[in-house]
């Protein structure tokens, strides 16, 4: 069955250092994204991104934060400049639709420490 | 602004049981609704998608309803399995969201031998 594969499953990084994450998506699918979740709290949406560009981006996705497409089968996240509130789980996931019959398929995750 | 609440945070049951779990959203405009199992240090698992069109979906044991109106979902597990211990995610999607979920805290089933 085919699955949302992510790497590295846990990054360790300094603050200050930029990280970039790294997903396939399910490969007929056309919408992406990036969730986050903090240990102990909800799972919170980052960015959404359809035809090479973000449909839309939460307000945690500030500045520090962009997403590429950079072939046909990758989707990163990048983190310019790491700040200890960085530290979460970081899910991609993708759909084959949008809006109502979009079921989003999610990846294992990355679990990010920064120090 | 959308805010999905999900009670009990846990929830412990004996094996056999069938339960279920509730959630609750605020805003009623939605394009659908998910259910997720998360297994600790996971990611998420799809369990069940009902557009907001529906009113149930149904997968193997697992039977989930919708009421729109009343910003309202439940997640049918009938007879349990320790298996089936995990985090039960539901998540919405806004009409006009271009697919943005907005998660529950989840609850946390363990199901007893």
């Known amino acids: 069955e085919p699955e949302v594969t992510q790497t590295p499953s846990h990054q360790v990084t300094q603050m200050g250092q930029e990280v970039i994450l790294r997903c396939v998506p399910i490969?007929?699918?056309?919408?992406f994204y990036w969730y986050r979740q903090i240990l102990g709290q909800k799972v919170e949406f980052l960015v959404s991104f359809y035809n090479n560009e973000i449909s839309e981006k939460s307000e945690i996705f500030d500045d520090q934060f962009s997403v590429e497409r950079p072939d046909g089968s990758n989707f990163t996240l990048k983190i310019r400049s790491t700040k200890l509130e960085d530290s979460a789980m970081y899910f991609c996931a993708s759909s084959e639709h949008g809006g109502s019959s979009g079921e989003q398929y999610f990846g294992p995750g990355t679990r990010l420490t920064v120090t | 602004k959308q805010e999905v609440t999900q009670i009990p945070a846990a929830l412990s049951v004996p094996e056999g049981e069938n339960l279920v779990l509730n959630c609750s959203f605020t805003?009623?405009?939605?394009?659908?609704l998910q259910w997720f199992r998360q297994d600790p240090g996971k990611g998420l698992t799809s369990l069940l998608l009902?557009?907001?069109?529906?009113r149930e979906q149904t997968s193997g044991r697992l039977n989930a309803s919708l009421d729109k109106s009343s910003g309202r979902s439940t997640l049918y597990i009938a007879a349990s399995q320790p298996g089936d211990s995990a985090t039960y995610l539901c998540a919405v999607i806004n009409a006009g969201a271009n697919s943005k979920l907005t998660f529950g805290k989840g609850i946390t089933l363990s199901v007893r031998p």
């Open positions: 490969s007929n699918h056309l919408y």
């Open positions: 805003d009623s405009a939605i394009y659908n």
């Open positions: 009902i557009q907001s069109s529906q």
